[in-house]
């Protein structure tokens, strides 16, 4: 990860929907977080007033962190005291409020789905597009002080930072995305065991229908993609299968080198969350896999292999990231140290001028 200044004091940062499994890996990624610290954790009603540690039904291994355990867990619909939110709220209940906490001068951060296609919210993946993050000064709540940004689908986030090198190079004019993807992606509860163990389900409710317009304005492109999606068992970790119709010619060992060469922009900010080198080309005919390549950059770089000639296409190759980092809680991390340098770096406030210019 990118080495920033330990030495400011860290923003503090309120985290909704913080006992489902994304909230819980955010929960955790703050943890010793450099220029973020971890200071309110919300969820639904029910479980409001107890301890984090005894409301939550932690699912990654170990404990939760100590004193994230001992923060209160507050009603994730009562505006926080922190001025960064990041939210793992579900889409129907991030429809209403993130909109809200925007309006009441917040800066939220939302893994959610319900604003991604909003003209004015940024798509983020900050080392594709940052120049997105101007769309926010559109926000009807941007003279407050409120913005709203999101990360992409769990899926389109691995398959963004692979297909942005590549649409730069030689242009795409078409893609047809195969994927095979884990469990964790649907939740804590989202898929039965007897449903998928020792099977594969060709169908995910409402996946297909993101990628190609998410993936399009994320890379500000007018790519035809046709998908499929699967539910697989693997616990984490997204396999894509893509197939790719270029604008120039371009030979497998083009494409392979346009991948590794591939960094963030200098216009980006260096953020803590994010790796120097976002994409890992693997040379191997039987890799990437989930289970041996999702932890690339701590979960936050997506693993490429297979780069080979497909005729009728012009390419295909094989893309591989962590659905609860990459594709989730890690995105919409550092979507919020991207945003709260960029709209805290000129305020005074006692929470607000921690995370200025780096």
């Known amino acids: ?27 955790r990624m703050l943890e010793g977080h450099p220029t973020l610290r971890l200071a309110s954790v919300a969820a639904s009603r029910r479980r409001a007033g107890e301890r984090y540690g005894d409301a939550v039904r932690w699912s ?15 009603v994730a619909t009562e505006p926080p005291e922190c001025r960064v939110v990041l939210s793992a709220l579900p889409s129907g209940v991030a429809r209403e409020l993130e909109p809200a906490l925007a309006e009441a001068g917040h ?27 101007a769309l926010a000064a559109r926000q009807p709540w941007s003279e407050g ?9 769990c899926v389109v986030a691995g398959l963004a930072l692979a297909l942005a090198p590549l649409q730069d190079a030689f242009g795409i004019e ?20 007897v449903q998928i163990a020792g099977n594969a389900i060709p169908w995910i409710p409402g996946e297909e229908e993101k990628i190609e317009p998410e993936l399009n304005k994320i890379l500000g492109t007018e790519i035809a993609v046709a998908s499929s999606v699967n539910r697989v068992p693997v616990l984490d970790g997204h396999t894509a299968n ?16 346009a991948l590794a060469d591939f960094r963030a922009p200098p216009s980006l900010p260096r953020l803590h969350s994010l790796p ?56 919409c991390l550092a979507n919020a140290e991207f945003c709260a340098g960029a709209f805290t770096a000129r305020e005074t406030g006692p929470n607000r001028k921690e995370d200025g210019d780096r």
């Open 1 to 27: 990860m990118r080495v920033t200044d330990s030495s400011r004091e860290r923003v503090p940062v309120a985290v909704l929907g913080a006992t489902g499994i994304v909230g819980q890996r955010l929960v």
């Open 60 to 74: 990654l291994g170990g404990d939760p962190p100590a004193k994230a355990a001992d923060l209160p867990l507050r």
């Open 107 to 133: 800066i939220v951060s939302t893994n959610a789905s319900a604003h991604r296609l909003r003209a004015d919210v940024p798509l983020l993946v900050p080392e594709v597009n940052p120049q997105a993050l």
């Open 145 to 153: 002080g409120g913005r709203l940004v999101a990360n992409p689908n």
């Open 174 to 193: 078409a893609a047809t995305v195969v994927t095979l993807q884990a469990v964790t992606g649907a939740g804590l509860t989202g898929v039965g065991s």
């Open 242 to 257: 893509v197939f790719l119709k270029f604008a120039s010619p371009a030979s497998p060992g083009d494409a392979a080198r």
């Open 276 to 331: 120097d080198r976002p994409l890992v080309v693997r040379p191997e005919p039987d890799r990437p896999q989930p289970r041996l390549d999702i932890g690339a950059a701590g979960g936050m770089a997506a693993s490429v292999g297979r780069i080979r000639a497909a005729p009728p296409h012009d390419l295909a190759m094989t893309v591989v990231s962590h659905n609860g980092i990459r594709g989730a809680a890690g995105a």
